[in-house]
């Protein structure tokens, strides 16, 4: 028991001795702060501020058994004028260049698509004409 309680005994004294050498006073010196010239403009700055870019919006689109399905995620844009918060709009497709539908709901189907390939354009509209960003444009195959 007496070489436990030495053994015990000498290992707080290694311990307490790391400690204390370890935690000494060498505060390192801080480092000097040059002083900034503050040199005065002839011109004052002019700010110009841009229109912001039109809104973007995204769609999804498949084909399936001769039916084109479409989905627009359009943030801003109501096409049920149900949000009052948003403003009113609706898509328009266009298939091969001739005006196929307008539609008035986010998701909607273009039913007897034409057989082969079709390039197919959707633009969204306010209901005064004005376009809501860009038209997207995209090629699918009707087998």
């Given at each position: 028991?007496?070489?436990?309680?030495?053994?015990?005994?000498?290992?707080?004294?290694?311990?307490?001795?790391?400690?204390?050498?370890?935690?000494?006073?060498?505060?390192?010196?801080?480092?000097?702060?040059?002083?900034?010239?503050?040199?005065?403009?002839?011109?004052?700055?002019?700010?110009?501020?841009?229109?912001?870019?039109?809104?973007?919006?995204?769609?999804?689109?498949?084909?399936?058994?001769?039916?084109?399905?479409?989905?627009?995620?359009?943030?801003?844009?109501s096409f049920t004028g149900q949000?009052?918060?948003?403003?009113?709009?609706?898509?328009?497709?266009?298939?091969?260049?001739?005006?196929?539908?307008?539609?008035?709901?986010?998701?909607?189907?273009?039913?007897?698509?034409?057989?082969?390939?079709?390039?197919?354009?959707?633009?969204?509209?306010?209901?005064?004409?004005?376009?809501?960003?860009?038209?997207?444009?995209?090629?699918?195959?009707?087998?």
């Amino acid at each position: 028991m007496c070489i436990k309680l030495t053994k015990l005994l000498t290992y707080c004294l290694i311990c307490s001795a790391l400690v204390v050498t370890a935690c000494n006073k060498d505060i390192p010196e801080p480092e000097t702060i040059e002083e900034k010239k503050i040199v005065p403009v002839s011109d004052p700055i002019i700010y110009t501020f841009q229109p912001l870019p039109q809104q973007t919006w995204s769609l999804q689109q498949f084909v399936k058994n001769g039916t084109l399905y479409v989905e627009c995620y359009a943030p801003g844009i109501s096409f049920t004028g149900q949000d009052s918060k948003k403003e009113k709009g609706r898509i328009l497709v266009f298939i091969d260049g001739e005006k196929r539908g307008e539609y008035q709901r986010a998701a909607f189907q273009v039913k007897n698509m034409p057989k082969g390939n079709s390039d197919i354009t959707v633009k969204i509209i306010s209901d005064d004409g004005q376009p809501y960003g860009e038209e997207k444009n995209f090629k699918i195959t009707n087998p």
